[in-house]
């Protein structure tokens, strides 16, 4: 089954066209090491909960919108070697914390093991 990297991220508003520009680069260099779907959703209907929800998780502010991505990945495996890879890749070397067009502090990420894929 694959793997997958879900990350969920709270983006000013403004700034979502450097984001696209950034996802599109960063998907690039996934893909050309081994991802096989690059994955970036832009909120449109996100609701406020009253316990959890995506805006309360990421610390959304007004003037922001939530992002919901994912990597795919064949397996562990090769998403470990590729996103090695990815990071080693001379296209990421301006990517830091301090270039990003967002909060890197309230990114939530994590990897997944796939268990259903109908």
């Given at each position: 089954?694959?793997?997958v990297?879900?990350?969920?991220?709270?983006?000013?508003?403004?700034?979502?066209k450097?984001?696209?520009?950034?996802?599109?680069?960063?998907?690039?260099?996934?893909?050309?090491?081994?991802?096989?779907?690059?994955?970036?959703?832009?909120?449109?209907?996100?609701?406020?909960?009253?316990?959890?929800?995506?805006?309360?998780?990421?610390?959304?502010?007004?003037?922001?919108?939530?992002?919901?991505?994912?990597?795919?990945?064949?397996?562990?495996?090769?998403?470990?070697?590729?996103?090695?890879?990815?990071?080693?890749?001379?296209?990421?070397?301006?990517?830091?914390?301090?270039?990003?067009?967002?909060?890197?502090?309230r990114?939530?990420?994590?990897?997944?093991?796939?268990?259903?894929?109908?």
């Amino acid at each position: 089954m694959t793997y997958v990297d879900g990350y969920l991220l709270a983006v000013p508003t403004a700034n979502k066209k450097a984001y696209l520009t950034l996802a599109e680069e960063v998907s690039l260099v996934f893909k050309d090491h081994g991802a096989l779907s690059v994955v970036e959703n832009w909120g449109d209907d996100i609701p406020d909960g009253e316990v959890t929800s995506f805006p309360m998780a990421v610390k959304c502010m007004k003037d922001e919108t939530v992002v919901f991505s994912w990597v795919v990945w064949p397996s562990k495996d090769v998403r470990d070697a590729g996103m090695k890879k990815s990071m080693e890749d001379p296209r990421m070397k301006g990517v830091s914390p301090e270039s990003m067009p967002f909060d890197g502090k309230r990114l939530i990420f994590g990897g997944f093991e796939t268990i259903v894929d109908k």
